[in-house]
């Protein structure tokens, strides 16, 4: 299969973005950009979202008992670059606050998801995190950040 071909075939399902966060084994938050982010059932409300095997944060999300979703605005590119890069320093002056069970909460997302870790699977070079979701605000007036074909975008009305 042509790798490149596939990846823009992909490409062209427009997701939200998310940073997805958790404390880390030595007690320091981590995160990542993740657009694999999906609502897997209602009842129980549960969540997916995959991870690749060479995550620097692949540990830590694993070690955790929970983590959280922080479903970007459109306003927040920078934070999802942020967050897209392997540093130690990604949380440098980003505010959050830490819900009921310590998970970091980006202070400013449109929406956000504080999860139990349920279940993990193979996925390929991937593996599948799914979390039960026990906490969940949203603002209903904000609008999402967009990613389609390899580039950040704003949502338009369709027509
Ligand atoms: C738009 C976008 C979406 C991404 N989605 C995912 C994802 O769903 N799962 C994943 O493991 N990495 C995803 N990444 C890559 C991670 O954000 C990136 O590898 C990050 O550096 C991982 O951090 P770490 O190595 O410090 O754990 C995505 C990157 C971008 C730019």
Same mark, same amino acid.
């Given at each position: ?37 999906? %609502?897997? %059932? ?12 060479? %995550? ?31 540093? @130690?320093? *990604?949380? $440098?002056? /980003? %505010? ?12 400013? @997302?449109? @929406? ?20 039960? /979701? ?6 209903? *007036? ?8 390899? $580039? ?5 009305? @369709?027509?």
């Amino acid at each position: 299969m042509e790798q490149d071909q596939y990846k823009r075939a992909l490409g062209c399902y427009a997701t939200g973005i998310t940073v997805i966060s958790a404390l880390g084994t030595d007690g320091a938050p981590i995160g990542i950009t993740a657009n694999s982010f999906n %609502s897997v %059932s209602i009842d129980p409300p549960l969540i997916l979202f995959s991870l690749g095997r060479r %995550s620097y944060s692949l540990e830590g999300f694993l070690a955790s008992e929970t983590f959280a979703v922080n479903v970007l605005r459109e306003n927040q590119q920078a934070l999802a670059e942020r967050f897209a890069r392997a540093s @130690a320093d *990604k949380w $440098a002056e /980003v %505010s959050y606050d830490i819900w009921d069970t310590g998970c970091p909460i980006l202070h400013d @997302a449109l @929406a956000k998801f504080e999860c139990r870790l349920r279940h993990t699977y193979e996925g390929g070079d991937h593996i599948i995190l799914v979390g039960e /979701v026990i906490r969940f605000e949203y603002d209903p *007036k904000g609008q999402p950040l967009v990613y389609c074909r390899g $580039a950040y975008q704003a949502m338009s009305p @369709a027509g």
